[in-house]
């Protein structure tokens, strides 16, 4: 582990790491020509055995910023490792980095220059581009449908600039976001029972409903792999999306929404059915009979594994800090609603 820095810096970024070593080497590039002045790097390896962790380990003498490296024996997922961050760092501001993207030099600066001086702000959201087409869109934050599936807003749309505004958005995604500590520390971390998929979600939806607010910085660029950590057309990866859209809702969705869930729910597939027809939305990653067997033996087993943890997220929903009620939270859902159209269209 290389050594603690003498005095915390700015901002703490955080890097989560399962066998993705060379994926992994691009990102801590991407990072070391950041333009910001005062920022460190901590890298969370989740028990990789592709040599991930003794290639930071070469890195940690010759890095241009302090470099850390937390490992775990285990893959805790991509919540428990954040958390891990999170606990062993004390900046100002943390931000995320998926290991599967690259951040342009003015990442790291232009999200704490846009939410550093508004107290209320706890959140930026990255503009995040297709790494493999950077003139296509992959999130500019994220928006919802009223079933609890969300998805990136403008996700595979041309970037003609459309999205070149800063504005408040509903919350950032994961995998290139910046948060302030004082909201984690009102609000607590990432909640470890999603593991991991719509964590993001959770964690921004809760602090909405705790008051806090969330910036869309377009000057803060960031170019992704799409579905690398599980895969586009893995039933795991489909399992874990429908078990925590469920658990999201039974959390944190006002109860006027949650009565009128299954008709939502039922309308998504519908047109998500029909979508696939016509080759589009998140089937057309499930190809031919066997890949749709797949997907749905995917979703069933994502809907039964959350059956027995919705009264835990019953009991948390509970002690949630709450400073907008449960008309606001509606309110604020709906704002950012996506289209039954454009969701089931999407992959995700």
Aim: glycine share 8%; charged share 25%; hydrophobic share 45%.
């Amino acid at each position: 582990m290389g050594t603690l820095p003498l005095r915390s810096p700015l901002i703490s970024v955080i890097v989560v790491n399962w066998n993705r070593k060379h994926l992994l080497r691009t990102c801590l590039d991407s990072l070391a020509k950041q333009s910001h002045p005062d920022f460190e790097v901590v890298v969370i390896d989740n028990g990789s055995q592709d040599g991930s962790a003794e290639m930071v380990h070469s890195l940690i003498t010759t890095y241009p910023v302090p470099l850390r490296l937390i490992e775990n024996s285990v893959n805790k997922g991509f919540c428990a490792a954040n958390n891990q961050g999170f606990a062993a760092t004390q900046s100002e501001f943390v931000a995320l980095l998926n290991n599967d993207a690259e951040a342009e030099p003015g990442w790291l600066a232009a999200m704490e220059h846009a939410i550093g001086k508004t107290p209320d702000v706890g959140m930026a959201a990255s503009k995040i581009l297709v790494w493999e087409d950077p003139a296509r869109i992959d999130k500019c934050g994220h928006l919802i449908y009223p079933d609890g599936q969300n998805r990136g807003r403008g996700s595979g749309q041309l970037d003609r600039g459309q999205f070149d505004q800063l504005e408040e958005a509903l919350w950032p995604d994961g995998c290139a976001a910046m948060y302030r500590r004082a909201m984690l520390e009102d609000i607590g971390s990432f909640d470890e029972d999603f593991f991991a998929y719509a964590d993001d979600a959770e964690l921004g939806l809760r602090a909405r409903i705790a008051g806090w607010r969330c910036f869309y910085v377009p000057n803060a660029v960031v170019r992704h792999h799409r579905g690398s950590t599980l895969g586009l057309g893995s039933a795991e990866r489909l399992a874990l999306i429908e078990r925590n859209r469920v658990l999201l809702v039974a959390k944190l969705f006002p109860w006027s929404l949650i009565w009128v869930n299954g008709a939502y729910h039922f309308a998504r597939i519908i047109a998500g059915i029909w979508a696939a027809a016509r080759n589009k939305g998140e089937i057309r990653n499930y190809p031919g009979a066997a890949g749709k067997l797949i997907a749905a033996a995917g979703l069933a087993r994502g809907l039964c594994s959350a059956l027995p943890m919705i009264p835990r997220m019953l009991r948390k929903r509970r002690s949630l800090r709450r400073r907008l009620t449960s008309r606001q939270v509606k309110q604020l859902l709906l704002r950012y609603r996506i289209s039954l159209k454009e969701i089931s269209e999407q992959a995700v």
